[in-house]
């Protein structure tokens, strides 16, 4: 039975049929439903779409924002709030530089340059062909193994710009 | 399930245990030298030797010294290999049976770094496998929420929490008990207990590991909160930045529901309490509490002004106890060993352990703990190493963005809320970044608040404009076009911005910068020009 709670009632959201009868909005659908399209699950609904999707785009907003039965202003508000969440499309690969403290002191700051010089773009963007997204992290809690990169999601310890440049060229290379 | 099942749980996991146990940390850090190819290669040497019957290769968390990983331990012999390769699993498995391995790094478990550590929070990190709930059980796991239920009343639970003298391990250091004391006041007949693991000062990885490692110790905490203030449900909020840690949580709660530890009558009493798991989104600013209610209610995370408190109007207006991980990790051990065991570690007024997350210029990085009241010196230069190629350690830093850095010249500060305070930093999460001497501390100051106007949410404009001007003028410092005045300046908006800021963050933006002025003040003079 569930806990009694106050949180406001689940009169909100419905299933609401995204036209394109992509299968991914199937998945996403089963995720605001397990969380009975409750306002709060918003933050999951956006983390779940762009782990499906790898970008939020607005025709995506608007349709979680539908179901919700959220303004589209607060999905909005949300998506571009968090640092997470991209309303752009990513490139093929990831490089991400870890800026966190321990990176720094150790010379992140240089790896960042290096990255930037190779992929010829500053973090946040992506190269024109499409291939690599480069951007900068906070802290990822690597710290003992600092400075830290993550390639296509692993985490690299103890980089170098020669590395770095070594992996980037085989990643553009790719 | 009662206490009679919950031994014999544990009872039987310990029979099923062989007698040499090959722990190798699966950690983020460990996995990112590809410590899961080790543990698959250890298993397969097993295999090849033939030892199944006798040695297990068991995953477990954290092992303390993260910058030698991957780490591999061998129970109940003790032996320490650092630095392994996939390739050497089987020079692993050859050292078992007595054969001289030379090519392995050994570590040495008697060296200060390990020798100087006492562990609370830390108990069974890099001894029990996380992901497998009869492993914490069998390390006499959930007998304290047992005991708690069974043996206590809800205020003997807050009385033994206030009696401890426990502190919130967050960073700023408020009294538990009494947090605990006024939720469980609070009228109100729904109630939240919070977990907040939004770890997001850079350089501070303790929760991470606290979660990765042993994720049931900080449930079973939740658990007991919960009885005491008499909640019946709870949020763990980690950070989008752990996936390893999010997994492990989530397996937790899963085997924990399933073996009845969570859900309704636990141990066949009236308490019930579920767990549900919030996964953030990359905004520092959810470390601050009211901001991380509105983020767990699905909002953008921005702080609200305090009163009311969380504990009186929290999560959907409900009285909300609030506390972090570490804080939440310390609480089985409290009621299992009693107030006066726990309240016998420490000074005065900080009692118990405080896990560090040690990084930077220094030879021996890695997490530890520590009693509290311990110095800087011994942390840096005993448990450290000290600099990696010798010579003189400048500062260390500790708080993150809300903290200082603290010089050399006062490194025999004992480490505890109010001596660190003193001194013009904070005891912080938890973070502590060691600076050589070629760290230029205008830099750091500049790099601290880059990342505070960064992370400011804009709500309130002491924060979201006084921090973008502070960087404007750290930068025009930085690069040696600034005068006097401008440091006049500098020094005025710091007091502004922390004086008028509504939250923790810009309240303690401009730390970094005072405290780097003052100490330091010789590395801005050498960057300005005459007026």
Not at chain 2, 164 to 182: D, E, F, I
Request: charge should be negative; charged fraction near 20%; hydrophobic fraction near 40%.
């Amino acid at each position: 039975m569930a806990t009694p709670t106050s949180k406001p009632a689940a009169t909100a959201g419905t299933n609401i049929k995204h036209p394109s009868g992509d299968n991914r909005f199937k998945i996403l659908e089963a995720t605001m439903k397990r969380n009975q399209y409750q306002a709060d699950a918003l933050i999951e609904v956006l983390h779940k779409a762009q782990e499906l999707f790898g970008f939020l785009s607005h025709d995506l907003l608007l349709h979680i924002a539908h179901s919700l039965k959220l303004p589209l202003s607060r999905v909005y508000g949300v998506a571009t709030f968090y640092h997470f969440f991209t309303l752009e499309p990513q490139g093929e690969h990831s490089c991400v530089i870890c800026l966190g403290t321990a990176c720094y002191v150790k010379g992140a700051a240089v790896l960042l340059a290096a990255a930037e010089h190779e992929l010829g773009i500053m973090p946040g963007a992506t190269t024109a062909d499409g291939q690599v997204s480069l951007s900068s992290a906070r802290c990822l809690g690597a710290c003992a193994i600092a400075p830290v990169a993550v390639l296509d999601g692993d985490i690299n310890g103890q980089m170098t710009v020669e590395r770095i440049t070594a992996r980037l060229v085989a990643l553009l290379g790719s | 399930m009662d206490l009679a099942e919950l031994q014999r749980l544990g009872e039987q996991h310990r029979a099923t245990r062989k007698s040499i146990r090959i722990h190798c940390c699966t950690a983020s850090g460990c996995q990112a030298s590809s410590s899961l190819l080790l543990k698959q290669r250890l298993d397969e040497a097993v295999s090849a030797a033939g030892l199944n019957d006798t040695v297990q290769v068991v995953s477990v968390g954290c092992l303390s010294l993260c910058g030698a990983g991957p780490l591999v331990e061998i129970q109940p012999d003790g032996l320490i290999f650092e630095h392994l390769t996939p390739d050497d699993a089987p020079a692993v498995v050859a050292a078992l049976q007595g054969e001289a391995v030379p090519q392995l790094q050994r570590g040495d478990p008697h060296s200060s770094f390990y020798a100087r550590q006492l562990h609370i929070v830390g108990r069974n990190c890099g001894k029990i496998d996380p992901e497998q709930i009869d492993e914490y059980i069998a390390a006499d796991g959930y007998q304290a929420l047992h005991k708690a239920i069974h043996e206590l009343t809800p205020a003997e639970v807050v009385d033994q929490i206030t009696c401890s003298g426990l502190r919130g391990r967050g960073g700023a250091g408020y009294p538990t008990g009494l947090k605990w004391a006024t939720v469980a006041k609070s009228p109100g007949s729904v109630k939240y207990v919070v977990c907040n693991g939004d770890e997001g000062d850079p350089g501070a990885y303790m929760d991470r590991s606290v979660l990765e490692s042993d994720p049931h110790l900080v449930l079973e905490g939740m658990a007991i909160a919960a009885y005491a203030i008499g909640a019946t449900e709870g949020f763990v909020y980690v950070r989008g930045e752990y996936p390893l840690a999010i997994r492990r949580m989530e397996i937790a709660i899963r085997q924990a529901r399933k073996a009845g530890l969570l859900g309704s009558q636990l141990f066949e009493s009236t308490f019930d309490f579920k767990v549900e798991i919030r996964i953030g989104a990359g905004a520092f600013v959810c470390g601050e509490e009211t901001a991380l209610m509105a983020s767990i209610e699905g909002r953008r995370g921005t702080p609200r002004p305090r009163p009311p408190y969380p504990a009186e109007s929290g999560l959907w207006g409900c009285p909300t106890l609030i506390n972090n991980v570490e804080t939440f990790a310390n609480i089985s051990a409290i009621i299992q060993h009693g107030a006066d065991w726990f309240s016998g570690i420490g000074t005065e007024k900080s009692k118990g352990t405080k896990v560090f997350a040690l990084a930077g210029d220094i030879r021996n990085t890695g997490l530890i703990e520590v009693p509290m009241g311990i110095t800087l010196r011994e942390i840096v230069e005993d448990l450290g190493g000290g600099l990696p190629n010798g010579g003189q350690i400048k500062a260390v830093q500790t708080g993150g963005p809300s903290g200082g850095c603290i010089p050399a010249a006062l490194f025999d500060t004992p480490v505890d809320y109010e001596s660190l305070t003193k001194v013009g930093s904070i005891m912080g999460s938890g973070g502590m970044i060691v600076m050589g001497p070629e760290t230029s501390m205008v830099d750091v100051a500049r790099y601290f608040m880059d990342f505070c106007k960064d992370e400011s949410c804009g709500k309130c404009i002491p924060c979201r404009v006084g921090t973008v001007q502070m960087y404007q003028l750290l930068t025009k410092i930085r690069a040696g076009q600034a005068t006097n005045t401008d440091i006049e300046l500098l020094k005025s908006l710091c007091q502004l911005v922390r004086e008028t800021s509504l939250c923790g963050l810009g309240q303690s933006a401009p730390n970094p910068v005072l405290s780097t002025l003052r100490y330091f003040s010789e590395e801005y003079i050498a960057l300005v020009q005459a007026d």
